[in-house]
């Protein structure tokens, strides 16, 4: 055919018929994606790994279309209030909680990401079946440990910063945590659990805590040590954040009204000589 | 988008113009160079509004770039909950002595006719910012705490960013308006900088601490002079 050796035939063809394959059709999943889905969705969902906070994906296309399923992506909280009855169900399987807007979603990130959660349906074992924390009894040691790792005093492995730099909890000394972050006092009973916990903690979802941990991640120790240590001080009741940051505010007034006395004790003979003279001719 | 103007090119713009400007008023009006004082003008309440201020801002501000560049010694420190506390009520305390300051220099520019005559458009303008930026700065400290050590973790990754010419926004757009707002007016000071009386800070004489003491005595009959006027 127009003199071209075959091989370099067949080329325009297979060219042609990439062009005509758009994004819903099933691609094989990107990297793209599957750092994706690795950094915002695998610490509230599984591909058959069972319920975490949201439910299990495995086999999502069989349960709503696709068209329904690209709306929610874009628009969880709007799609849900539609009055759709499977929306109602999810929100009540959820507890009323829910899925929080996903950063940076749109048409063509909701569909690669249906396209790697059909891929992974259709596997034996996926690759997101789950974080796979202990089952084992959690011990006083692995609470010493979580509570020295949400402290400080022990360093994370990876380097990530410890919780208390933003977070507070019922049961610390002092003034207790920071306050960027929300009280985990009920972080556990929040999350339902040592799974859907442990889960959350190995890639953090929030977007103050994925630039810092993305590259530092908590090894699964240090995720079962945490989770016991927040499993043991749950329930012990929310710190009243005010009263703390009534008591910090005091305590610099306090101190600053110190120095304030200072500065006058050790500039007790600013005004003698020529300054008095200047004093006096004002 | 906004948030990547402000966090992302905002602060090349602030110190493109702080650092040319800078130069050019130094080779241009270098005697301009001075937070030209008025002391002589008024001299009592003038003690209580300028030492509070600057011990204060000085520590303040050195607390920040320590932060900026030992981050990992701020988090060392404050990993034990007693120095984490110490370090937070300390800042609290510099940064209320600031306000103190701050506040008893504009009264005293207010107050005093000599000083409010020397008082420039320009001085009222940094006056106003730097109270924007000490009041928000004491707000986020309560509100937000710990901020010495989240500074650490989150905002000094993203100087660092800005050091690389390749800005990270995402460690900002998720903070409290607060700190945005602090932030945004610490680069807007930064601007204005090289234009007002804050130049001074550059021609600090810093040999002074180190210089053999000078004693100046009257070398002359007071009385004699004075009779003679």
Not at chain 1, 72 to 90: E, M, N, V
Not at chain 1, 103 to 110: D, S, W
Not at chain 1, 141 to 152: H, S
Request: glycine share 8%.
């Amino acid at each position: 055919m127009f003199g071209l050796p075959k091989r370099l035939t067949i080329l325009p063809l297979f060219l042609l018929g990439l062009l005509a394959a758009n994004a819903t059709a099933q691609d094989p999943p990107s990297e793209e994606s599957i750092n994706y889905f690795r950094t915002n969705c695998a610490s509230c969902h599984t591909i058959g790994g069972g319920r975490l906070t949201g439910p299990d994906l495995k086999g999502l296309a069989e349960r709503k279309d696709r068209e329904w399923l690209v709306k929610f992506l874009l628009d969880p909280k709007a799609t849900l209030d539609a009055g759709d009855p499977y929306g109602q169900k999810l929100l009540s399987d959820a507890r009323g909680v829910y899925m929080p807007p996903v950063a940076g979603m749109n048409k063509e990130l909701a569909n690669k990401l249906l396209n790697l959660i059909d891929a992974e349906s259709a596997l034996e074992k996926s690759k997101f079946s789950g974080f796979q924390i202990s089952e084992r009894p959690l011990t006083d040691l692995d609470i010493a440990t979580g509570k020295a790792l949400f402290n400080g005093q022990k360093a994370l492995q990876e380097g990530g910063p410890a919780c208390i730099s933003c977070h507070t909890l019922s049961g610390l000394s002092g003034l207790g945590g920071g306050l960027l972050g929300p009280d985990l006092s009920g972080a556990y009973s929040r999350l339902e659990g040592r799974k859907a916990l442990g889960a959350w903690l190995s890639s953090p979802p929030s977007v103050v805590m994925q630039p810092l941990y993305t590259n530092s991640p908590l090894d699964s120790e240090e995720v079962l040590a945490l989770v016991a240590y927040l499993k043991a001080t749950a329930g012990t009741g929310e710190l009243e954040a005010e009263s703390t940051s009534l008591e910090f505010t005091l305590a610099g007034i306090a101190l600053a009204a110190g120095l304030m006395v200072l500065f006058d004790i050790l500039w007790r003979k600013r005004f003698r000589s020529v300054r008095r003279t200047l004093l006096a001719q004002r | 988008m906004t948030n990547y103007f402000w966090f992302g090119v905002f602060p090349y713009i602030s110190l493109v113009v702080f650092f040319l400007a800078t130069i050019r008023r130094y080779r241009t009006e270098s005697f301009s160079y001075s937070s030209l004082s008025s002391q002589f003008l008024e001299n009592e309440q003038h003690f209580w509004a300028s030492v509070p201020f600057h011990y204060g801002i000085l520590t303040v501000l050195g607390g920040h770039i320590l932060a900026f560049l030992c981050p990992q010694m701020i988090l060392g420190w404050n990993a034990v909950a007693a120095r984490l506390i110490a370090l937070e009520v300390t800042g609290l305390a510099v940064a209320i002595l600031t306000l103190v300051g701050l506040i008893n220099i504009v009264i005293r520019r207010l107050r005093f006719p000599k000083a409010r005559r020397v008082t420039t458009a320009g001085d009222w303008f940094i006056y106003g910012g730097l109270l924007v930026q000490v009041v928000t700065g004491i707000g986020i400290s309560i509100n937000h705490g710990w901020g010495s050590s989240w500074f650490a973790t989150s905002l000094t990754p993203w100087l660092w960013t800005l050091v690389k010419f390749n800005p990270d926004v995402s460690y900002i757009t998720p903070m409290p308006l607060m700190v945005k707002a602090h932030i945004i007016n610490a680069f807007l000071i930064i601007l204005v900088f090289p234009f007002t009386r804050l130049v001074h800070i550059l021609v600090v004489p810093n040999p002074y601490l180190w210089r053999k003491t000078q004693v100046v005595i009257w070398n002359w009959d007071r009385n004699r002079i004075r009779k003679s006027n």
